[in-house]
């Protein structure tokens, strides 16, 4: 599904966040990517999604070259990844559901339709009670639930997590490890980087270590 | 094709929320817009009706012959022949004695003619050529004045054309007028957008993370930028109308001093539409620069 060779980023000023990557994941699996903060877990996670382009090497998603796409064929590749963010990027002039229903009205489906998809997921994150809310009253975790429910809502093959659980305490962040369970569960890949072990331990699965910009097969 | 009218209806119904979420700020840059597009509007219109009064008045276009006193019969026979020829349309002949009457009965002079003791006016033909172009009008004045016998020619329309020429010239500063005008509408339209854009950057940058095109998030705001020129076409609409209103009493009485019934007519329907279709194209292209330009913006200062 998705595999990395030779991927150097360099950013602008010189700081080298990979260097010389090769790494490979297949279909279905559940990887953790690990690493103190800096290493290069987010920038890994980006070049996945075209939000970074590699400086050299080539990182191909489902048999696209990702670095090389161009840039009105970007939008189309990302529909059908989930993206999860440490700071969940919601939108706070919409309510709860308008959140969920985006990616659906991007990808131009009828609007009933949508909005069907969307309650079916915010019941599955558990705040089909809150869909009217607006996401600035939710709590921390509730946030990065709703986070996660803009992920899925399209169905994508591929969810890319960075940091879901970073500011949550320990029971909110095991409800949300739980869910990603699930999702592996019925064959969705996962690519999460998180430095929570106790999650790591938890859902088992593959670790890749990163430090300095370079690759580490790690176990869980 | 369904995907795409949903695309449209979706970005149509996101313009008006966000339209009526800032209702002071669209209304105020509606009324900017408006005050702009009514002032070529309102030459247009008043160029119009002045058309019309030209229109209105007798502007045919005549050739008076006036002949000379001691034109010989012989003479007199040789210019009824030349106006048998085919570039005349039709002739009339006034004779001096019925020119006095008609000057004593029609315009009050009947105290001046009376104390005439011998008419001074000249027997003469009313001349209207075949070709009313000026061109010909001049051509077949210029014949006439060079017969034996005529005392002079005088071109009837003369007044009219000057009057034409002015209002040519008006024409033409509406239309450059209206060029300015129109200037101004896509600045106006490009600096409300340009602030919209600033203020959902959160949501393009946030879109963007999940897949919308560059298509998708111009959309609504090219909306909003027709619309809001459309808004200020019908504002200007309401300008020129309370114009029309506060101005119509005075006209008709500047009017009814000439004895004429002369009012003001609005626009035409096909007029106003007009109008507001330019202001709603003015106003999505002021969109279109300025999310093209903002959008870049958003994306260097990710």
Redesign the interface.
């Given at each position: 599904m998705i595999s990395f060779s030779q991927v150097t980023k360099r950013y602008p000023g010189g700081h080298e966040a990979l260097s010389g990557v090769d790494l490979s994941i297949e279909k279905g699996e559940l990887v953790f990517l690990t690493g103190h903060s800096g290493a290069g877990k987010s920038t890994l996670l980006k070049l996945v999604a075209a939000i970074e382009r590699p400086t050299s090497g080539v990182v191909s998603v489902s048999g696209q070259n990702v670095g090389r796409l161009p840039q009105r064929a970007i939008p189309y590749l990302r529909r059908n990844i989930g993206l999860i963010f440490q700071d969940h990027k919601l939108l706070f002039d919409r309510n709860v559901i308008e959140n969920v229903v985006l990616p659906l009205d991007i990808a131009g489906l009828d609007r009933r339709e949508s909005l069907k998809r969307a309650r079916a997921v915010i019941d599955k994150v558990g705040l089909l009670k809150r869909e009217k809310a607006n996401p600035i009253s939710l709590s921390g975790g509730e946030q990065q639930r709703l986070c996660i429910a803009r992920a899925l809502v399209s169905r994508p093959a591929l969810l890319l997590a960075d940091e879901p659980t970073g500011n949550l305490d320990a029971g909110y962040a095991a409800d949300i490890m739980a869910m990603f369970r699930d999702f592996h569960q019925v064959g969705t890949t996962l690519v999460i980087a998180t430095h929570d072990d106790r999650a790591i331990a938890a859902l088992g699965g593959r670790t890749l270590h990163l430090d300095h910009g370079k690759v580490q097969e790690g176990s869980a | 094709m369904i995907?795409?009218l949903?695309?449209q209806k979706?970005a149509l119904t996101a313009a008006l929320r966000r339209l009526g979420a800032q209702p002071v700020a669209s209304l105020l840059t509606a009324l900017a817009m408006g005050v702009a597009i009514s002032l070529p509007g309102g030459l247009f219109l008043a160029l119009g009706n002045l058309d019309r009064l030209a229109g209105d008045l007798p502007a045919q276009p005549e050739i008076s012959v006036f002949l000379d006193a001691g034109a010989s019969a012989a003479q007199k026979q040789a210019i009824a022949e030349r106006l048998r020829q085919t570039d005349i349309a039709e002739t009339r002949y006034v004779p001096k004695d019925e020119a006095l009457a008609t000057l004593g009965s029609a315009q009050d002079l009947a105290d001046i003619t009376a104390g005439l003791t011998q008419n001074p006016l000249p027997d003469a033909w009313v001349v209207r050529p075949q070709t009313m172009s000026r061109e010909e009008l001049v051509r077949v004045a210029g014949a006439l004045g060079k017969l034996p016998g005529v005392a002079e020619t005088h071109l009837d329309s003369q007044w009219a054309d000057r009057l034409q020429a002015a209002l040519a010239i008006g024409r033409t500063g509406v239309w450059l007028l209206a060029g300015l005008f129109a200037i101004a509408l896509v600045a106006i339209s490009g600096n409300a957008i340009r602030a919209q854009v600033l203020v959902r950057r959160?949501?393009i940058?946030?879109?963007?993370?999940?897949?919308?095109?560059?298509r998708?998030i111009r959309r609504p705001f090219l909306y909003v930028g027709a619309l809001q020129g459309l808004l200020g076409g019908l504002a200007a609409g309401g300008v020129l109308a309370i114009a029309g209103v506060i101005l119509r009493a005075p006209v008709e009485q500047l009017a009814g001093l000439y004895g004429s019934a002369f009012h003001l007519l609005p626009p035409a329907t096909i007029e106003i539409v007009t109008v507001l279709g330019l202001t709603a194209l003015f106003g999505w292209l002021g969109a279109w620069l300025s999310v093209m330009r903002a959008l870049r913006q958003v994306e260097a200062t990710r």
């Open positions: - | 995907g795409w949903r695309h979706h959160d949501e940058l946030v879109s963007r993370l999940i897949g919308a095109t560059d998708y």
